[in-house]
Antibody, heavy 122, light 107 residues
């Protein structure tokens, strides 16, 4: 079964660092982009950026560049989303997602992780 | 960024009704338009990709049409399990923006 399994919920304080993960299985992890999508409480979906595990090529939403870091370790089929200094406004559900076709950047997402809830509060 | 405008923002319909949701990008996106369904507490689920393609596992009552700057998601015969929020998304240019969502309620 093709699936993405994300790390568990996190509760952090403003200024803390954090790295959440997304582990792929059931397919060739290196050959598919992995995207991260944010959903703030009660709000819509926001594409944050994406990484190609095969060569670590990364693209970011211009509005989020510098705020987060996306990476992948193909040896353990895992992608990451990382913050160096969290803000209260980072409180959200974060999903990883895989596109329909291998190697395809301009594509829909047919496989989604279950989501990681990040709560940032003092 | 390409802005995606969905209409309506919410609607209420009865089982068996034909329902249409519209998505209009702020610039042309060819057929790089995808539709998702999201139920409370769940990850989004892909319904339509590349404007009109049904992924395996998606019910055949869902269909998509359009190109350029005008797209439509149609549910041919509404079922109780279709109560959800629906999002369009463009995958034409980064950042791959989503519409604001359409909340569909079953009467």
């Amino acid at each position: 079964e093709v699936q993405l399994v994300q790390s568990g919920a996190e509760v952090k304080k403003p200024g803390d660092s954090l790295k959440i993960s997304c582990k792929g299985s059931g397919y060739s992890f290196s050959n598919y982009w992995i995207a991260w999508v944010r959903q703030m409480p009660g709000k819509g979906l926001e594409w944050m950026g994406t990484v190609y595990p095969g060569d670590s090529d990364t693209r970011y939403s211009p509005s989020l560049q510098g705020q987060v870091s996306i990476s992948a370790d193909k040896s353990i089929s895992t992608a990451y989303l990382q913050w160096s200094s969290l803000k209260a406004s980072d409180t959200a559900m974060y999903y990883c997602a895989r596109p329909v076709s291998s190697g395809s950047l301009n594509d829909a997402f047919d496989i989604w992780g279950q989501g990681t809830l990040v709560t940032v509060s003092s | 960024d390409i802005q995606m405008t969905q209409s309506p923002s919410s609607l209420s319909a009865s089982v068996g009704d034909r329902v249409t949701i519209t998505c209009r990008p702020s610039q042309t996106i060819s057929s790089y338009l995808n539709w998702y369904q999201q139920k409370p507490g769940k990850a989004p689920k892909l319904l339509i990709y590349a404007a009109s393609n049904l992924p395996s596992g998606a019910p055949s009552r869902f269909s998509g049409s359009g190109s350029g700057t005008d797209f439509t998601l149609t549910i041919s015969s509404l079922q109780p399990e279709d109560s959800a929020t629906y999002f369009c998304q463009q995958s034409y240019s980064i950042p791959y923006t989503f519409g604001q969502g359409t909340k569909l309620e079953i009467k």
